[in-house]
């Protein structure tokens, strides 16, 4: 089912496109062509929104961008517990981890990792 956020619609099957998301690469539509990110935005239960734009025209789609998963939070604990400042587990070394008041969050995720 379709919904629709503001002016953008629900994708479909959204993994493909946080695959290629996370991997920093090229995100395909299934229309043919590829997305534009526009923007992230970060909601209470913890997921995000990822808003994108088709390249071929002005239409505009949105994403769920899954909650932080148990092993992604321990991976992030563990990091902190020895001291290391935490990269984006989902993103890797391209993102490293920001604080935004007491959480630890990825900026091109939109979720918080950990509390610090």
């Known amino acids: 089912m379709r919904e ?3 002016d953008a619609v629900t994708l479909d099957d959204d993994k493909p496109v946080l695959r290629a998301y996370y ?3 090229r ?3 299934p229309n043919g062509g590829f997305f534009i990110p526009l923007g992230i935005r970060p909601m209470d239960d913890g997921s995000a929104l990822l808003f994108l734009e088709f390249s071929a025209s002005s239409l505009r789609y ?3 961008v899954p909650k932080v ?3 992604e939070r321990k991976k992030v604990r563990d990091l902190l517990n020895e001291g290391v400042d935490p990269d984006c587990p989902r993103h890797g070394d ?3 981890l920001v604080r935004v008041g007491r959480d630890l969050v990825c900026p091109l995720c939109g979720v918080a990792y950990a509390r610090v």
Do not use: D
Request: glycine content about 12%.
């Open 4 to 6: 629709l956020v503001g």
């Open 23 to 25: 991997a920093g690469t």
């Open 27 to 29: 995100i395909p539509s």
């Open 62 to 64: 949105w994403a769920v």
């Open 69 to 71: 998963t148990r092993t």
């Open 94 to 96: 391209r993102q490293r």
